[in-house]
């Protein structure tokens, strides 16, 4: 399996800039396909898709939200920082059998 | 919009099986997609368990493999979680989702705790 390792936690405050990592045990790209999405979950709600392929803006999706990496190391940036943004944020993969990792809940300072 | 709502007992007894639901509306699961199951484990954890395919081939989570059935009933736009010989351990909140890389739409989920 490829095991992705995402930070427990981050605290950041209102209006700033956040990032939040997810490294892989191995590369998660094909060729121009980067295989990392990203995804928010509230408390008592489901998962929502933020980010496809690494990079790409889900539908309905805030442009304060944006992703990057290629490889192994993938960034989630929400920049500025919001209320409504404090939620646990996670990677997942789809270069093999899909896997998701940890988590990182978002904190306000 | 897709929208996806699972179903289901909430409590099952070890060794027995878990069964779910998933109702889909929205769009018709013959026409695309793959639609898959997932669960989050107390802890926060979560796993892929399996997708059936708009065609209705099946892939599952190799360390499911031998416990699981995802099967579906195109007549009523539905899909089913079968998980065989169920444990404490398994005992999780269980979505299902449109899609498979990456998971576009998710169901509310339902908890399903495995106790005696």
């Known amino acids: 399996d490829i095991v992705l390792t995402q930070s427990p936690a981050l605290a950041v405050s209102l209006g700033q800039r956040a990032t939040i990592s997810c490294r892989a045990s191995q590369s998660v790209s094909i060729s121009r396909y980067n295989l990392m999405h990203w995804y928010q979950q509230k408390p008592g709600q489901q998962p929502k898709l933020l980010i496809y392929?690494?990079?790409n803006l889900a539908s309905g999706i805030p442009a304060r939200f944006s992703g990057s990496g290629s490889g192994t190391d993938f960034t989630l940036t929400i920049n500025p920082v919001q209320a409504d943004d404090i939620a646990t944020y996670y990677c997942?993969?789809?270069?093999?059998?899909?896997?998701f990792g940890a988590g990182t809940k978002l904190e306000l300072k | 919009e897709i929208q996806l709502q699972e179903s289901g007992p909430g409590l099952v007894k070890p060794s027995q099986s878990l069964s779910l639901t998933c109702s889909v509306t929205g769009y018709t699961i013959t026409s695309g997609y793959d639609w898959s199951w997932i669960r989050k484990f107390p802890g926060n954890k979560m796993e892929w368990m399996g997708y059936i395919s708009y065609s209705g081939s099946t892939n599952y989570n190799p360390s499911l493999k031998s416990r699981i059935s995802i099967t579906r009933d195109t007549s009523k736009n539905q899909f089913f979680l079968q998980l065989n010989s169920v444990t404490t351990e398994d005992t999780a909140t269980y979505y299902c989702?449109?899609?498979?890389?990456?998971?576009?739409?998710w169901g509310q989920g339902v908890m399903v705790t495995v106790s005696s």
């Open positions: 997942q993969q789809s270069r093999e059998s899909p896997t």
């Open positions: 392929r690494a990079s």
């Open positions: 989702a449109s899609g498979s890389a990456p998971f576009d739409y």
